[in-house]
């Protein structure tokens, strides 16, 4: 048997002596009886929204498991909580226990202006190498939402997040590197670019672009799904949209020849009949994509995309099936994961105990699901929808809902966990 760990030091903050940190070996997740999650509790309605997410999460845990189970969270800071204590608002304290301990849960951040980062949600992605940010997106019954038919959507989105015009290499007009860039492409690439233009560039990899559909190709294995769809603007950005969809192909030939085909072998080789068992990898342009989720939904399982289209579609599928402030979401590399709410800080209803817990809610489930606790996870869910369909909401989907009971963050929490 191996000797026990050594806990790990921080400069701040101590991790609680009760619990057990998740270990990777090989390529697998060990997830112990008491992992400790580092949570990031948020700031506007963060601490309103996480504190009822953590009371359904160990409700749901202990009812699954009847105490054999339990999360042991762990407080680390960012954003404003972190200015005040480390005068720093992303701690390396932070950073250390999201990589040490693997799993983490997080609150919406502001980035305090003149902060010295760009974004720090985005900052966060890149420091801890965070590539795939994953949005399912399906339908709770009850949910008001825009389109006649919402139940049809329930796809998962995997968005690259590391690269593209997101990669944050950009200058603005007039400056020295933006004239430098201009010159350089008139002199050098004989290409023509207006002198009062700003730069920016768009990046993308092979190196980023496979790991990210080797992760979407994955999920649909793991989860028994029919098709993965990359979705570029190949038409117009061949080298970078368009390489994305040859490299994602070249990825699923290469190393998932057992269990793929592409959408071209099923008409070419297999006369229109998809062979069992066989997921279909197929590509959409990005604005035809867009007309298919709202006229074929029910067609598309996984989508992986580039960033700036992953961005896009995520909104625009969670706001088809009503859903933007109850959209989930994580942040993940090969192991390390970050479970976040999609929405911001609403500061206008920070300490109000008013918002939806949804999304953030929506977001632990997924957490769980990561740890394969699927029990509790499909608990969580259940009650949501029940609760819900009691028409028992906070005030985001009171207001769209004829006769519901509208009530705080606490009180919805309250009755959720009622609803397990
Ligand atoms: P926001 O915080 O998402 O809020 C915009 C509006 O969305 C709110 O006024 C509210 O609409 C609705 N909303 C958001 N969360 C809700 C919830 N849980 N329940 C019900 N309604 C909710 O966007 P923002 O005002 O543009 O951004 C505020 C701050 O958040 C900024 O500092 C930004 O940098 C930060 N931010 C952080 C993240 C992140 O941490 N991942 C993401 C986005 C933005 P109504 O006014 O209609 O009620």
Request: glycine share 8%; hydrophobic share 40%.
């Amino acid at each position: 048997m191996a000797g026990k760990a050594t806990t790990p030091k921080f400069a701040k903050i101590t991790p609680p002596s009760d619990g057990t940190p998740i270990r990777i070996a090989g390529d697998k997740r060990i997830i112990p009886d008491n992992p400790i999650i580092p949570v990031i509790e948020g700031d506007g309605i963060g601490p309103d929204i996480m504190r009822a997410t953590r009371r359904v999460v160990d409700a749901a845990v202990q009812k699954a498991f009847g105490g054999q189970k339990r999360i042991v969270w762990f407080d680390v800071y960012a954003g404003e909580l972190a200015l005040a204590r480390y005068d720093d608002i992303l701690p390396a304290d932070t950073i250390k226990a999201v990589k040490t301990y693997i799993v983490a849960l997080k609150g919406p951040l502001t980035t305090p202006i003149g902060g010295g980062f760009r974004s720090l949600n985005v900052t966060m992605r890149q420091v801890m190498n965070l590539y795939a940010c994953v949005r399912p997106v399906r339908y709770f019954q009850g949910v008001p939402a825009p389109v006649k038919h919402p139940e049809r959507m329930n796809v998962v989105i995997f968005r690259e997040n590391t690269e593209d015009v997101y990669a944050g290499i950009e200058w603005p007009k007039g400056s020295k590197e933006a004239k430098t860039v201009i010159k350089f492409l008139e002199t050098k690439m004989k290409v023509k670019v207006r002198s009062d233009s700003g730069i920016g560039i768009k990046p993308i990899s092979v190196t980023g672009t496979q790991r990210l559909v080797r992760k979407a190709i994955r999920h649909a294995i793991d989860h028994g799904l029919r098709s993965v769809t990359l979705v570029h603007k190949g038409n117009i950005m061949k080298y970078t949209e368009g390489a994305f969809r040859d490299w994602g192909y070249a990825l699923a030939k290469k190393e998932f020849a057992a269990q793929t085909v592409t959408e071209a072998e099923v008409t070419s080789k297999y006369d229109g009949q998809v062979p069992a068992g066989k997921i279909v990898i197929k590509d959409r342009i990005a604005d035809s994509m867009f007309q298919q989720v709202l006229l074929r939904p029910d067609e598309y399982d996984v989508l992986a995309t580039p960033n700036l289209n992953g961005d896009y579609l995520s909104d625009a599928c969670a706001a088809q099936v009503g859903g933007l402030g109850m959209a989930p979401g994580a942040n993940i590399s090969d192991h390390v994961a970050l479970f976040e709410a999609t929405h911001g800080t609403a500061p206008k209803y920070a300490g109000l105990d008013k918002v939806n817990p949804g999304s953030l809610i929506l977001s632990a489930v997924m957490m769980l699901d990561y740890l394969n606790w699927g029990q509790p996870a499909r608990l969580i869910e259940k009650a949501l929808e029940k609760t819900i369909g009691e028409k028992i909401v906070t005030y985001d989907l009171a207001r769209l809902m004829e006769g519901a009971r509208e009530v705080s963050t606490s009180c919805y929490a309250d009755r959720i966990i009622q609803n397990l």
